[in-house]
């Protein structure tokens, strides 16, 4: 079982920089051993894959609409994860979703857990 909660959203100008923090609380198996992602959601519009990390924090992968200016990474003391965002478009407005699974896919149906979201909001 674990807990997801994402922090670090909030209301920022076209080209700014935000870091997204998710916090896991995980009981039963150690956070190091999930695979971690982040998916983003903009009204309207179907579930979006953003990153994901594999659980030996090795293998990262980006989607290629925020590739060279979103970055994952995981803290396995901290049992977290963080999606450093920069150059940040109006199109990357969305509520931002951290999730936990087995593998690191694009796909949102191969996580298990999810947070409830954060907002981001890119807007002069």
């Known amino acids: 079982q674990v807990q997801l909660v994402e922090s670090g959203g909030g209301l920022v100008q076209p080209g700014d920089s935000l870091r997204l923090s998710c916090a896991a609380s995980a009981s039963g198996r150690t956070f190091s051993s999930y695979a971690m992602a982040w998916f983003r959601q903009a009204p309207g519009k179907e579930r979006e894959f953003v990153a994901a990390?594999?659980?030996?924090?090795?293998?990262?992968y980006h989607a290629d609409s925020v590739k060279g200016r979103f970055t994952i990474s995981r803290d396995n003391v901290k049992n977290s994860v963080y999606l450093q965002m920069s150059s940040l478009k109006p199109e990357d407005a969305a509520i931002y979703y951290c999730?936990?699974?087995?593998?690191?896919?694009?796909?949102?149906?191969?996580?298990?857990?999810w947070g409830q979201g954060t907002q981001v909001t890119v807007s002069s």
């Open positions: 990390i594999g659980s030996n924090d090795r293998s990262t």
């Open positions: 999730a936990a699974g087995n593998f690191a896919t694009m796909a949102p149906r191969t996580y298990v857990y």
